[in-house]
C-alpha cells in the first residue's frame, strides 16, 4: 500500500526568549499553536488529532504536561499523542503526526513541540546523578566538547572555524524577529573574547536556554491541494538511532545519522545535497557541530566540512545556506528546536521566510534534528512541489 | 487499512528489585518477546517505547532502555513519554504506511524508586491542582464515592471485582497480587481512603512488557494464529477533574465505538483499571454484558507495572486469541489522572 501525500499547510512559531514570564506553559503552546490555525485558515474544530513533542520534563517539573494542556490545544474528545526522543524530539513530533496523514488515519493533524526552560534549569536539569550510572554532571557541552577536539583532531580544522559559525549564525538571527539572540554587534572577535566553556567551546559558540514552541498543521492531498496559501510538501522523512553504551560507536560521526540520510535522500530523490537542496535548517546547538553535520548528512567529503565553513558556502548568500533563521545558535528552546528547523524549512519552500528568505531553485529544503549523545536522529525533506 | 497482528508477547513484574536498573529489568523481556516472534531481530522494521522520566527521576528514561533491543545497525525508533500502549499506536501507524511490515513494542517501569502514588501526582496541572498534591488514592477515591453515588453500586460490588482479579491472578506468572479471598473477606479489612479498601487499590511494582507486530502474510508465516487489531482509537478529556465527570468514562466510549468493539461479541476483556472502582466505569463505558471475561489475568490489580501496564492488557487479549481460548477481544489502557485518556483496542483471531 503507498503511503497518502502529506503537507505544511499552516506554521506558527512564538517569539523565544530566555523567560516568557508573560505567558503560562498553555499560553506560549497556544501562542504557536494558534498562529499556525490561522496560517492554515483553519480553527480549533479542523483538527482531527494532536501530537505534541517536548524534551525531558524535569525541564517544567511537570510529568507529562501534555495531560494538563490538552484543554488549552483544543484536544478534548480527539487523540493525543506525546513523544519524547530527546532533542531530536521536534522532528520526530513532526514525523508523528505526518505518518498520521501518510497512514490515511487522518486528513488534518496540530503538532506542537515547546520548551519553558525558565521553569528550571536546563543545563543540570539534564545532569541529574542517576543510581547504577556514572555521573555525568556535565550538561550538554561538556559531553560534546570531547566529540569536537576529536573531530578537530581529525580533520585538521583550525580553530576559529567554530568562531566563524557563531558569528554567521547570530547574523543571521538580526533578520529573524522570533530569534532570541540578537546581537548587533557580533564579530570574530567578541565571540573569541567571550569565557570558555569547555574547551574549545567559548560562551558565543554554545545556544541559549530558551522559553519557545512550534505549532504546525499538516494536512492531506486533499487538504493541501484546497489550501489558499503556499504549502510545503512532505517528501521524505526517516528517524534512526542508535544505543548509548557501545564501544563501536563514532560518536563524531554517527552511523544513525549518516543511515538517516541515506533513507531520506532515496525516499526524495536527493543524490548530491548540495546541490539538491536550496537551503537546510540543521540542529547545530554548538558552532563546531555545522562541520561535523555537513560530513555526516553527505554535502561534502569527510574532513572538508569546516572548508565548506571557511569559505562561506553555509552562509545566506553561499551556495548551500544552512540555518538561515539564525539556528538553534540563536534559539533553543530544546523540545522545539528540531520542530523549529522542520517548520524554517517548509517557510522557505513556501516562500514565507521572510526577511531571511532564499532563492529558490530546486524548491527543496532539509530539516534536522538530533539528541541524546549524538545518536537520535530524525529529517524531513519538504518541496514546493507535490511528489510524483 | 492493513491487515495487522500481534504475534508475540512478554511480560514481567516484581514487587521490587532494588538490584537491577530499567536496561537489566527489560532485556529479558524483550529478547523472549523478539526470540518467540520467528522474526530476527535485525529484521524487525520500526521500534517504539513507552516511559516515564519522573518514575527513574533522570531526564532521559527511554535513552538507556534503548541499551536493551540491541540498537545496531542503527534502528528506526520512537518513544512515547506515555504507557506503551501509545507507543504500539505509533507502530500500528507506521505499518500502515507499508514502508515497514513489523515492530518491536516496550514499554517499562520501576514504581519502586519512589512512591508512586505521589510521584503521579506530578501529571496534574501546576497552577491550581499541583499544589494541593492529592495522591493517586486520593483523587481515585474521590471518582469512586462520585461513581457509587451516582450508580447506586457499593464497596461490595468494588470487592467482588478484587475477588475475581485477584483469585484470577493466580495463573498469572508475573502477577504481584494473587490469591483466594472471599468477599466477606475483603469487605472486613480497613479502609486505606474511604471507600477504597486496599484490595481496591494497585500494588506499586517494576515491571516491563514487550509486544512484536507484524503485517498481513509476514504475521501468518510465523505464527499460526495471529492476533488481528481489528480496531484501535484513542481519545482524550478535559483535565481539571471538577469539569469532567468522573463516574463515567466518555473518552472510552468513544474509543470503543471507533474501534468496532460493538460490531460482535466479546470474549474477553482486559481492562486497565487501577482501582476495583475503574473497572466498574469502564464496563459501562464499553458495554460488557455477562458473556464476557474481564480481565482473566487479574488485570492491573494483579500487577501494574506503569507505563507496561496498559501494553500488557493488549498482550494479554493477544495471547488468548492464539491460544484459541478467544476469537475476539478487547484490550484498553488508560492514562493521566481519574483515566483522562482512553485507548481500546479490538483483536480477532482468524
Known sequence: MAAERCAVVGVGQTRHRSARKDVSMAGLVREAAV???????????DIDALVVGKAPDMFEGIAMPELYLADALGAVGKPMIRVHTAGSVGGSTAIVAAKLVEAGVHERVLTVAFEKQSESNATWGLSVPMPFAPPLVAGAGGYFAPLIRAYISRSGAPRHIGHLVAVKDRRAALRNPKAHLHLPDIDLKMVEESFL???????????????????????????????????????????????????????????????????????????????????????????????????????????????????????????????????????????????????EAAQQVRRRAGDYQVELKTGKALGHAYGGGSQFFSMWVVGSDKPQ | MRDVAVISFAASAVERDDLQNEVEMLTPVIHEAVGNSGIERTEIGFTCSGSLDYMQGGPFAFVLGLDAVGAWPPIRESHVEADAAWALYEAWVAIQIGEVDSALVYGFGKSSSSDIYEVMSMQYDPYYMLPLWPSMIDVAALQ????????????????????????????????????????????????????????????????????????????????????????????????????????????????????????????????????SSEELILRDAIGVNGNTR?????????????????????????????????????????????MQQNLVCVLEGE
Open chain 1, 197 to 343: 566553556l569547555w574547551d574549545p567551546l567559548r560562551y558565543l559558540d554554545t545556544c541559549p536556554s530558551s522559553d519557545g514552541a512550534m505549532a504546525m498543521v499538516l494536512g492531506s492531498e486533499r487538504v493541501a491541494d484546497a489550501s489558499a496559501g503556499p504549502v510545503a510538501w512532505v517528501h521524505g522523512m526517516a528517524l534512526r538511532s542508535e544505543p548509548t553504551m557501545f564501544a563501536g560507536r563514532d560518536q563524531i560521526n554517527p552511523q544513525a545519522g549518516r543511515d538517516c540520510a541515506q533513507d531520506l535522500y532515496r525516499q526524495a530523490g536527493i543524490t548530491d545535497p548540495r546541490r539538491d537542496f536550496d537551503c537546510a535548517e540543521v540542529y547545530v546547538p554548538f558552532s563546531w557541530y555545522e562541520p561535523m553535520w555537513l560530513e555526516n548528512l553527505g554535502f561534502c567529503e569527510l574532513g572538508e566540512g569546516w572548508k565548506l565553513t571557511e569559505a562561506g558556502a553555509t552562509g545566506p548568500d553561499g551556495d548551500i545556506p544552512w540555518n538561515m533563521s539564525g539556528g538553534v545558535l540563536s534559539s533553543n528552546p530544546i523540545g522545539a528546536s528540531g520542530m523549529v528547523r522542520f517548520g
Open chain 2, 144 to 275: 469512586a464515592r462520585d461513581y457509587m453515588e451516582s450508580s447506586g453500586r457499593t464497596e461490595r460490588d468494588f470487592a467482588e471485582v478484587a475477588s475475581r482479579s485477584l483469585g484470577n491472578a493466580k495463573s498469572t506468572p508475573y502477577a504481584i497480587s494473587a490469591r483466594d479471598a472471599s468477599v466477606e473477606e475483603l469487605l472486613g479489612a480497613p479502609m486505606v481512603n474511604d471507600p477504597l479498601r486496599a484490595h481496591d487499590i494497585f500494588k506499586p511494582c517494576d515491571g516491563a512488557a514487550a509486544v512484536v507486530l507484524a503485517a498481513g502474510d509476514l504475521a501468518r508465516s510465523v505464527c499460526a494464529r495471529p492476533a488481528w487489531i481489528r480496531g484501535i482509537d484513542h481519545r482524550i478529556e478535559p483535565h481539571a477533574l471538577g469539569v469532567r465527570d468522573l463516574s463515567i468514562s466518555v473518552s472510552t466510549k468513544d474509543a470503543a465505538q471507533r474501534a468496532g468493539a460493538g460490531k460482535d461479541k466479546i470474549d474477553v476483556a482486559e481492562l486497565h483499571a487501577q482501582f
Open chain 2, 294 to 338: 474481564v480481565n482473566p489475568s487479574g488485570g492491573a490489580l494483579a500487577a501494574n507495572p506503569i507505563m507496561a501496564a496498559g501494553l500488557i492488557r493488549i498482550g494479554e487479549v493477544a495471547k488468548r486469541i492464539t491460544a484459541g481460548e478467544a476469537d475476539r477481544g478487547l484490550a484498553h489502557a488508560t492514562s493521566g489522572p481519574c
Open chain 1, 35 to 45: 498562529e499556525a490555525l490561522e496560517d492554515a485558515g483553519m480553527t480549533w474544530s
